[in-house]
């Protein structure tokens, strides 16, 4: 790859590490440093869709991890292709962003900026309260995913 070329894959955790299990998403890029292979690059993201919009750009292929709010059990894994599919209205409603992972997703499909491969995970949270951390099930539902990703990337 050269110096200009930008790596081929994307993988972005969403979230406020600062809220419980909101912090899901930069919980599993912590668990992929140093593992992901020379075309893969992370990015945490705390801020809002319109940023995530931005960051994908020039990407063919985007993982995204976020935390879920669906009533599923906590820990609850949830994946889905993005890209052919769209996402189920309500699973990301317990986001602390203006503007979502789902809304983003959305939105870039309508504008016809979506990256041609993107999977997005969420992780089901429990509690999304001001300065707690992790709790246990989303703690080895983080372990799990990026499990996954690499997984996924080895293919």
Do not use: C
Not at 4 to 21: F, H
Not at 34 to 50: E, I, K, M
Not at 78 to 86: C, I, K, S
Not at 87 to 92: E, H, I
């Amino acid at each position: 790859m050269s110096a200009t070329e930008k790596p081929a894959v994307l993988v972005i955790g969403v979230g406020n590490p600062l809220r419980g299990d909101d912090a899901a998403g930069p919980a599993v890029i912590q668990h992929l440093q140093n593992r992901l292979p020379p075309s893969a690059v992370t990015l945490q993201l705390d801020s809002d869709g319109v940023s995530l919009m931005e960051a994908w750009q020039g990407f063919g292929r985007v993982i995204v991890v976020d935390a879920a709010g669906s009533g599923a059990a906590p820990g609850a894994i949830h994946r889905f292709d993005a890209a052919r599919t769209e996402l189920p209205r309500g699973l990301f409603h317990y986001s602390s962003h203006l503007f979502g992972v789902a809304e983003a997703v959305e939105l870039a499909r309508q504008l016809g900026r979506l990256p041609e491969r993107l999977v997005v995970y969420g992780i089901e949270g429990a509690g999304f309260a001001y300065g707690e951390g992790l709790s246990a099930e989303v703690a080895a539902a983080v372990e799990r995913v990026a499990h996954g990703i690499l997984v996924e990337l080895g293919e």
